[in-house]
């Protein structure tokens, strides 16, 4: 008895933790609705004591109309024994104890305690969830309402291409009704060849996952219901509903664009047309006074009469690239793409533009140039680009001076550019140089002439040529404009490691009857940022620096047909050809030559011996050029994630540095990790890089056996004195170019001087 | 003694244009010219006149310079006589379609009137030899 007892009361404890813990609502009442017990749960639920509960009707837990009704129910439900309040989950409101009407789910058991008649409500406060469908259903009615109301047809498509929904555009784009689209497959809204190529490209998306369809904006053709073609524009994204595949396309009838286009396009054709027929007759009747048909004329007549003929040629100039315009921004401007060799444009350009540069009274020569270099371009394009650069350079050039073209090698792009030492293009205008209608001053229209127009083409055009355009510029001083395309590979020297650039060193000349030791020699020297050339014998090596120089320095091999190292070596000296070349001897025999030879052995230049040790090499050059120089190179390691500011910095200084790029935290970590008795004399810092900050380098640079001075130069202004190591700091959008230069070189003064 | 170009076949409707070339191509070329004001005028001079060069406007009334050379060509004794399209229509796919038509060249209006003879010299004698 005992024991049962015990087993009883175990078994009462459970249940009363049973209720205690769940978070449901658990309520017993009467047969009349009086509260009997209530849970914790329930308390919170409502928000009672569990005093003000027990006794009380539970009614109180309701808000009308149940309230009113539910003594009825109960009266009902004994009477009849059929069950209105009885069941599981329904959703009615419950009232909280300070009056709050809340959602809640109910679920009421009967049951019969010692013969009497109890019921058990379960409670669960539905607010929040119901709060959260609220949500989703406005989520829903939204997207729906875009989805149906959106100009643009979206449809949804299964891997097997079948349409499995389309919004209301959809059916009004392509004509039909949408159960005659749904359940079809999506070809049937295309023309061929797309629709014969449709399933192809799907099956072969679902095989390898290559992209031949997805993607933004693509010109397509679509098929309405009455079969007719129309231009369309589609993008398809891919997503996965419920872990099943699916594509979504959206299409945008895009006729009455492509019309407007064509119209404006024959409209441009027309005008232009228009335009030059009455400009044919004033053009024709203009020249041919000025060419004497008629007799001469004063001087008056002839000014008035060369005023029409500078006018006409302006206007013409309008319209042609009025014309240019309009074909680049309708994208119809066309390219024919050929191989062409770099030298011959620039020698073609020279020729093309003589003439105007004659007028303005400046000469343009080539400055570098990059033999056997080719690129893809449009002959006629570039020659309109290198027109453009040119003549621009020649309106603002001083009478009298050049005007210097050059082409380098760049990061496996050629880059060309064009240089004047006219008055530098005004601050407020460089932002806004590359627009349309902009000049550096309105004035300047009819000063120097031009439409406005000619650098916004030259860009298009450039940039059609998967290349770049871009300028430095400094007031009172000059502005070269360059441009980068892409060099065709089979010619481009293995140089993907070059981080060496050498401002204003020219190239070297490589002298060694080996044709596969000369080669090796270029390539060491390129490898270092040195561009060079090769003469296999010493009469080809005297033809080049006669025709191809000027050369910074030569490379000579003793042994040579016909004339040997030696010999060139001493009648260049002779010649005085040798005061402006640093000559390098790289030969077995070099060493016997400079310690016996009685012309020689008193005042030898640098030597190396073969085999060739690559470092021992381009010491010798650097030492050779520095001392022809007669000033040592000042190394600069330059770290900083700015491609345009490192390239910015190569034009700036001079020949006496040689600056060595670095892009990020750990390029720059790698060269100064690599000096190999070499030596960086300063580092100019940028300090957000893309894999740190700049300042991590200082322990590197402070360990080093010669640390180099540290230049600041970043976005950010850095309070140097809160940091050591570091002599100084510029803030790019406060330093003019002058004033980084001026800083530099105050920077390396002092160091010298240390 | 080489072949020199003496005779030319002008068609152009604009007529102040007309008188420019014809006084440059008459005056410093030293050419003899037909002056047609449209492509029919052309076709039917073609013959009689025998041209060494044949020089047509491409937008013209009554016939226009691509029809007229279609024409000509029909003409056994001219289906070889070069013809250059003088226009102002100078589109890259333009200046291209009149090639395929068989023109040896396309000369852009405005022309300059001071160099237009030996432009068309120099087009005609590279047809002739080539």
């Known amino acids: ?754 | 003694m080489a072949k020199q170009l003496q005779k030319i076949l002008y068609a152009e409707d604009e007529p102040d244009i007309q008188s420019i070339a014809q006084m440059t191509l008459e005056m410093m070329g030293g050419y003899t010219l037909k002056v047609c004001n449209n492509g029919q005028e052309a076709v039917d001079a073609a013959e009689a006149f025998a041209p060494d060069l044949i020089l047509l406007d491409v937008m013209m009334p009554m016939m226009d310079g691509p029809q007229a050379l279609e024409a000509i060509r029909k003409i056994p004794a001219l289906a070889e006589t070069p013809v250059i399209f003088m226009t102002a229509k100078v589109q890259q796919q333009e200046i291209q379609g009149y090639k395929d038509l068989g023109a040896i060249e396309v000369i852009a209006k405005p022309f300059d009137p001071m160099t237009l003879s030996e432009t068309i010299n120099k087009l005609w004698e590279a047809a002739i030899n080539s």
Not at chain 1, 477 to 497: A, M, Q, R, W
Not at chain 1, 646 to 656: G, P, T
Not at chain 1, 678 to 706: A, H, K, M, Q
């Open chain 1, 1 to 754: 008895m005992q024991k049962i007892d015990q087993n009883f009361l175990d078994q009462v404890e459970r249940t009363r933790a049973i209720l205690d813990t769940v978070v449901d609502g658990i309520i017993t009442i009467s047969a009349q609705g009086i509260i009997e017990t209530v849970n914790p749960a329930a308390l919170g639920i409502f928000g009672y004591t569990e005093d003000e509960l027990i006794g009380q009707n539970v009614k109180v837990l309701m808000p009308e109309p149940y309230k009113k009704e539910h003594d009825g129910y109960l009266a009902h439900h004994i009477q009849t024994g059929e069950k209105k309040v009885i069941g599981i989950g329904r959703e009615v409101e419950g009232k909280r104890k300070n009056g709050q009407v809340f959602p809640m789910e109910l679920s009421v058991g009967e049951m019969e305690v010692s013969g009497v008649k109890m019921f058990t409500g379960i409670v669960r406060d539905i607010t929040e969830r119901k709060f959260v469908e609220s949500r989703q259903q406005e989520v829903e009615a939204r997207t729906k309402a875009i989805i149906e109301t959106v100009v643009d047809g979206i449809i949804t498509i299964n891997m097997q291409g079948i349409i499995e929904t389309v919004n209301p555009a959809t059916l009004r784009i392509f004509g039909y009704q949408d159960h005659e689209m749904i359940g079809q497959n999506v070809k049937m809204l295309m023309p061929n060849p797309y629709h014969d190529e449709h399933d192809g490209y799907l099956k072969h998306f679902a095989d390898t996952g290559e992209r031949k369809v997805i993607g933004i904006g693509r010109d397509v053709q679509g098929q309405r219901k009455d079969g007719s073609v129309f231009s369309l524009e589609l993008a398809v994204s891919e997503m996965s509903v419920n872990g099943k595949r699916m594509f979504t396309g959206i299409v945008r009838d895009v006729t009455e664009r492509k019309q407007a286009e064509k119209t404006k396009e024959e409209f441009i054709s027309t005008v232009s047309h228009e335009l030059r027929t009455p400009l044919t007759s004033i053009r024709g009747s203009v020249g041919l006074l000025m060419g004497g048909v008629a007799g001469e004329f004063s001087d008056k007549a002839k000014q008035l009469l060369s005023i029409a003929q500078n006018n006409t040629e302006r206007l013409l100039m309008l319209i042609n690239d009025i014309l240019d315009l309009s074909k680049i921004e309708a994208g119809k401007m066309d390219f024919n793409f050929q191989e062409m060799d770099v030298q011959a444009l620039l020698d073609h350009a020279i020729e093309a533009n003589a003439g105007y540069g004659a007028e303005k009274e400046v000469h343009f020569v080539v400055e570098n140039s990059v033999q056997g270099a080719a690129v893809h371009g449009d002959e006629g394009r570039l020659m309109q680009v290198m027109s453009n650069l040119m003549s621009n350079a020649a309106k603002f050039a001083p009478k009298g001076d050049s005007v210097k073209i050059s082409a380098v090698r760049h990061h496996n792009q050629i880059r060309i550019s064009v240089t004047d030492h006219g008055s530098g293009i005004p601050k407020a205008f460089q932002g806004t140089i590359f627009d349309k209608f902009t000049q550096a001053d309105s004035s300047d229209t009819r000063q120097v002439g031009g439409t406005g127009l000619g650098l916004n083409i030259t860009k298009a055009i450039v940039e059609k040529h998967s290349g770049r355009i871009s300028f430095v510029t400094e007031e009172g001083v000059g502005t070269t404009f360059y441009f980068d395309i892409p060099e065709i590979k089979s010619h481009t020297l293995d140089t993907e490691n070059e981080t060496v650039l050498r401002p204003g060193v020219k190239k070297i000349l490589v002298c060694d009857d080996e044709p596969d030791i000369a080669s090796l020699i270029r390539l060491m020297l390129a490898q270092s940022g040195f561009e060079a050339d090769i003469a296999l014998t010493a009469e080809e090596a005297e033809n080049l620096l006669r025709t191809q120089g000027p050369y910074s320095a030569m490379t000579l091999d003793i042994q040579l047909p016909n004339k040997d190292g030696a010999t060139l070596y001493k009648e260049l000296r002779s010649s005085k050809v040798i005061e402006n070349l640093a000559v390098v001897f790289v030969s077995v025999q070099a060493e016997r030559v400079c310690t016996t030879d009685p012309d020689i052995k008193d005042n030898p230049p640098p030597w190396v011996t073969k085999p060739i040790d690559e470092n021992n090499l381009i010491d010798a050059i650097e030492l050779a050029i520095e001392e022809k120089q007669g000033q040592q190179l000042v190394h600069i390691l330059h770290v900083e994630d700015d491609a345009d500011i490192r390239q910015l910095m190569v034009l700036l200084m001079d020949e006496s540095f040689v600056i060595t790029q670095a892009g990020s935290v750990k390029e720059a970590e790698m060269q100064l990790n690599d000096l190999q008795g070499n030596r960086f004399d300063l580092v100019l810092l940028d300090i957000g890089l893309p894999d740190g900050s700049g300042l991590d380098l200082l322990e590197t640079i402070s360990e080093l056996t010669y640390p180099p001075e540290v230049l600041v130069f970043s976005a950010d202004d850095i309070q140097v004195n809160e940091i050591s190591h570091i002599k100084d700091s510029l803030v790019k959008s406060k330093t003019t170019n002058d004033q980084l230069v001026a800083k530099i070189k105050s920077v390396v003064a002092n160091r010298k001087g240390r």
